[in-house]
């Protein structure tokens, strides 16, 4: 499961369950056909791949946390599942289906955010709950918490915990963190955080929680990787091909819900001071399903689904073109 969570749960050990979050509403969203061969871009854990094999889908599961790719290699042996597991970021997925041979799909799945696995391990970095290594790397590699926090001057610090963790008081707490370096443990920073902004043992919601979801997003590049595997989904899907895209913040659910409506045609139109613009090219997606939410019962079971929101569309059978590209988001 890659289930973002805004509040990590406890440790847990490597035999405790994961659970993918709206599996049931991911599946009907699939409509697989036995045969169909279909992208888990988030593989985690395996359970949408798992889940998907089981309805008679070939699975190519992506992911580009190594752990995942080891475990999930052992798993797929033992199991015999018909899943191929593929090193990489999800927005290289039309590369890594070429070098599979693979040029179309019937079905792309993302999870988007940090996996249970990794928050669950306090040595990933991801979590507060367990003190652990200030990491955050999903792959492993490259510019770790600590390494950017140590550092980052003030003012870059303060933009990513504005622009990612939507703190709204990102400068109080970056002048902290620069008073506090330097810093190597998770449990270190969230205390910084907590100081920072006077929480109390008893307020409902941990302050923490926002600047670590901002550090990830930031060290990991995650909503500039969700824009480019959205593309990257749009061009490996074949006509009538479906797309379920799973998110657990604002961010990232505003960036596939303006990608779907804009590819499906169906932004909002204009009015008698801007007129609606003709299109300039057909869709290549019909009208998106209605957002999905999770029930009461799943929430009951998993409490880390409560933010999770589904977004789903099918494939028209429209050429994708340069000009569909999005123009950059802009966050303030």
Not at 48 to 53: E, F, K, N, P, W
Not at 192 to 212: E, Y
Not at 279 to 293: G, L, N, Q, W
């Amino acid at each position: 499961m890659n289930a973002e969570t805004l509040t990590p749960g406890p440790a847990s050990t490597d035999a405790a369950p994961h659970i993918p979050v709206l599996l049931d509403e991911v599946l009907d969203a699939l409509a697989i056909a036995p045969g169909e061969t279909h992208v888990d871009g988030t593989y985690g854990a395996g359970g949408y791949s798992r889940a998907m094999a089981r309805r008679g889908a070939h699975v190519i599961a992506i992911d580009r946390d190594p752990e995942a790719i080891a475990e999930g290699q052992e798993r797929i042996a033992r199991a015999g599942d018909a899943i191929r597991l593929l090193e990489g970021p999800f927005s290289a997925m039309q590369a890594l289906l070429a070098q599979a041979d693979v040029a179309s799909v019937s079905g792309v799945t993302l999870d988007i955010g940090v996996s249970s696995m990794q928050l669950d391990r306090a040595e990933r970095g991801f979590s507060f709950q367990s003190d652990g290594p200030l990491d955050m790397r999903m792959s492993k590699a490259g510019v770790s918490a600590a390494d950017f926090l140590n550092s980052a001057d003030e003012e870059e610090i303060a933009n990513v915990l504005y622009r990612y963790g939507e703190e709204p008081r990102s400068r109080r707490v970056a002048r902290a963190i620069v008073a506090a370096r330097p810093l190597s443990r998770t449990g270190e920073l969230a205390n910084v955080v907590r100081r920072a902004l006077g929480h109390k043992p008893h307020d409902k919601k941990d302050p923490a929680t926002r600047a670590f979801q901002a550090i990830r997003i930031h060290l990991n590049q995650e909503l500039e990787e969700l824009e480019r595997g959205l593309e990257a989904a749009e061009a490996v899907l074949e006509p009538g091909g479906r797309l379920a895209v799973v998110t657990f913040h604002s961010l990232e659910d505003r960036i596939v819900k303006q990608f779907l409506r804009q590819r499906s045609g169906s932004e909002a139109g204009g009015s008698r001071h801007r007129p609606e613009a003709a299109p300039t090219h057909a869709p290549t997606f019909a009208k998106p399903a209605k957002a999905v939410r999770p029930s009461a019962r799943e929430l009951a079971a998993n409490p880390r689904a409560r933010s999770a929101t589904l977004r789903s569309a099918i494939r028209s059978g429209a050429l994708t073109t340069s000009a569909h590209t999005p123009a950059p988001e802009t966050r303030t």
